[in-house]
């Protein structure tokens, strides 16, 4: 068995970022597996060694830290453009000219049989002719998988099945950087990972994970999506809520110990003040008790 968290190092992690990183780990320790870390440092612009230091550095406070050497995104690009020309032989890969106001506004629109918000194919069908003027008015194409309509089932060892439309999903921006749901499956087939454990908010990608799974002929791991940590107001957690990073509470007094009591308290694995060390937290956690609702906090977590 093995499980990794992936963060993007745009920032420093959050309670629920650190949450979901948590049982991850907890999942990977309690079967005797391995538990890795990989920076998914695609955003070249806002990640950065320093955020990446930072991040490690929390996982490292509350017992975390990966049994290999962390993998980073930036460096594998040859990995995903060799997945890109897998797909692109197998004719499953076209040029997409549309502007991001033309795409939002395209996936405004309903589409059946397509997920909220899914990209509905305008420009599958364009001529070689209108590929060309578009280049001649300088407009750079990204390269979206053509998909045929499929429908895929998750088996979710959390969230039950879930089903899913895949759309026509970027591979690969047109600024030449490999898009998320293409570099993911190929990470996770390089690294063998056997269990993927991460937030719910991304479980309506996972349909379109497991089609590039299939077409790739790549292994397909378990998948687990955990429920969100949400605000008091019951928003998704920020950094307006406050203290919600290991660097705001220890501005306030609170240990590192202290909130790993806090977030397995979260998950009916200790009382929120009992002092606890991660090798005993594994020993208590089964992930079928997992909660399958969010976590809400309370003014007092903050």
């Not at 955990?226 to 928003?235: E, F, H, I, K």
Request: charged share 25%; aromatic share 4%; net charge negative.
């Amino acid at each position: 068995m093995r499980g990794r968290f992936a963060p993007s190092p745009t920032g420093a992690l959050h309670l629920g970022n650190l949450r979901t990183a948590l049982v991850s780990w907890l999942h990977a320790r309690s079967a005797g597996g391995e538990w890795l870390v990989r920076m998914e440092d695609l955003d070249l612009v806002t990640a950065s060694p320093e955020h990446e230091a930072d991040q490690l550095a929390s996982l490292a406070a509350l017992g975390m830290h990966s049994d290999l050497p962390v993998v980073r995104q930036s460096e594998r690009f040859d990995r995903y453009r060799d997945a890109v020309a897998v797909l692109r032989d197998m004719d499953r890969v076209y040029e997409c000219f549309c502007t991001r106001r033309e795409i939002r506004e395209a996936a405004h629109a309903p589409h059946e049989h397509l997920p909220d918000g899914a990209y509905p194919g305008t420009c599958r069908h364009l001529s070689e002719h209108r590929r060309a003027a578009l280049r001649a008015d300088g407009r750079r194409p990204a390269l979206r998988l053509r998909a045929d309509g499929e429908r895929i089932t998750v088996h979710d060892l959390i969230a039950s099945e879930y089903e899913g439309g895949v759309d026509d999903v970027v591979l690969q921006r047109n600024d030449g950087v490999p898009a998320y749901n293409l570099a993911v499956v190929v990470d996770d087939a390089a690294q063998g990972i056997t269990h993927v454990v991460r937030g719910d908010d991304l479980l309506s990608s996972t349909p379109r994970q497991r089609l590039l799974q299939t077409l790739l002929g790549l292994p397909e791991p378990a998948y687990a999506h955990v429920p969100l940590v949400l605000a008091p107001d019951g928003s998704r957690l920020a950094k307006r809520h406050g203290a919600v990073t290991l660097a705001d509470l220890a501005a306030r007094g609170v240990e590192p110990a202290q909130v790993l009591a806090r977030l397995a308290a979260s998950l009916q694995l200790c009382a929120p003040d009992e002092r606890v060390s991660p090798d005993e937290l594994a020993a208590r956690f089964d992930l079928d008790a997992v909660p399958r609702t969010p976590w809400t906090l309370t003014d007092d977590d903050l």
